[in-house]
């Protein structure tokens, strides 16, 4: 089945900085990426997502690209507020005999310092 | 417009006992599914479902069971609690595969 990897598990910012989190996914039929923030207490809620038949994905200060042949997906946040603070988590959907089951990486910690 | 609604919101049970988890959404989607969420492990699929009279396991199946007779609700069981299966479980829909899914605020379930 679908292996997806993020990384870091941390990552802590001051605010106006940039941040990037990585992911890697092991099932070369994965053709939807979605990412999520957490905030504490609440369920997870989407932020954006990005298809395979895209290389790169732009919502205000959120980015995501993607390299299939690479296997990995990155988020990028730029001009992080307090606000950002949260856990992220990415998701890759398994092809095959798993066709659309998501899987999620184990999260990272942002936490942006005013 | 409530998305999806779980209940209970946290329940401490004994080990043997046994509970359904409800879950209910109101945006006519088709996809539901269950997840359980705990510490460094990210999220992970317990059982699926594509529609109304049709389930799925996903990657956690054992323990649980699940039902669907009706659009809006897909109640998850817990046959006979362990303490393997204290965590942070989640409930989501979507319109279908490969679309956003909108997840619940979850049920803190304690077994002792």
């Known amino acids: 089945g679908e292996n997806v990897e993020q990384h870091p598990s941390t990552l802590s910012v001051q605010e106006g900085d940039s941040a990037v989190i990585k992911c890697t996914y092991s099932?070369?039929?994965?053709?939807?990426f979605p990412w999520y923030k957490q905030e504490l207490g609440k369920g997870p809620q989407l932020i954006i997502d990005?298809?395979?038949?895209?290389g790169e994905k732009k919502d205000q200060r959120i980015a995501v690209t993607l390299n299939k042949t690479a296997k990995h997906f990155s988020l990028h946040i730029t001009e992080t507020q307090p606000e950002d603070s949260a856990v992220y988590f990415c998701?890759?959907?398994?092809?095959?005999?798993?066709?659309?089951?998501?899987?999620f990486g184990q999260g990272t910690i942002l936490t942006v310092h005013p | 417009n409530a998305g999806v609604t779980q209940t209970p919101k946290f329940q401490v049970l004994k080990t043997g006992q046994s509970m359904t988890l409800q879950c209910a959404q109101d945006?006519?989607?088709?996809?539901m599914s269950w997840y359980r969420q705990d510490p460094g492990m990210g999220l992970r699929l317990i059982h699926y479902?594509?529609?109304?009279?049709?389930?799925d396991q996903g990657e956690v199946p054992n323990g649980y069971n699940v039902s669907r007779s009706t659009t809006e609700d897909f109640p998850l069981r817990l046959l006979s609690a362990a303490p393997s299966q204290t965590s942070v479980y989640f409930c989501?829909?979507?319109?279908?595969?490969?679309?956003?899914?909108?997840f619940g605020d979850g049920t803190r379930l304690s077994i002792l």
């Open positions: 989501a829909s979507s319109p279908s595969f490969n679309q956003p899914q909108h």
């Open positions: 099932d070369s039929a994965s053709n939807y």
């Open positions: 990005i298809r395979s038949n895209v």
């Open positions: 998701a890759a959907t398994a092809g095959g005999t798993s066709y659309g089951k998501l899987t």
């Open positions: 945006m006519n989607h088709e996809y």
């Open positions: 479902s594509v529609g109304a009279g049709i389930t």
